[in-house]
Nanobody
Framework: QVQLVESGGGLVQAGGSLRLSCAAS????????MAWYRQAPGKQRELVAE???????NYADSVKGRFTISRDNAKNTVYLQMNSLKPEDTAVYYC??????????????WGQGTQVTVSS
């Protein structure tokens, strides 16, 4: 089985920065895709950023130029550096990893979520 542990959320003033981390452990052979989603109260969960194993990244238009996704394949960890935070970035942030386990099958795993609150 695979476990994901998120960290790094918190309360920050508008214009500030936070760095989220999501570390995976367990029966991991490879991680093809690492992504961050967020869900604000009363809204649907939305994709914030994703990193594909071959190096390509994609961002939601609302975070382009402010957020950066990065990955450390050796540590099975994905990061989300969030700069110039805005109150509308307030949400619970979830990591999502497409993991190839040691049996060869690929599964999607979610982190437990971490609250990010940006005050105005």
């Amino acid at each position: 089985q695979v476990q994901l542990v998120e960290s790094g959320g918190g309360l920050v003033q508008a214009g500030g920065s936070l760095r989220l981390s999501c570390a995976a452990s367990g029966s991991i052979s490879n991680i093809n895709r690492m992504a961050w989603y967020r869900q604000a109260p009363g809204k649907q969960r939305e994709l914030v950023a994703e990193s594909i194993i071959r190096g390509s990244t994609n961002y939601a238009d609302s975070v382009k130029g402010r957020f950066t996704i990065s990955r450390d394949n050796a540590k099975n960890t994905v990061y989300l550096q969030m700069n110039s935070l805005k109150p509308e970035d307030t949400a619970v942030y979830y990591c999502n990893l497409n993991v190839v386990v040691t049996s060869g099958h690929e599964y999607s795993f979610w982190g437990q979520g971490t609250q990010v609150t940006v005050s105005s």
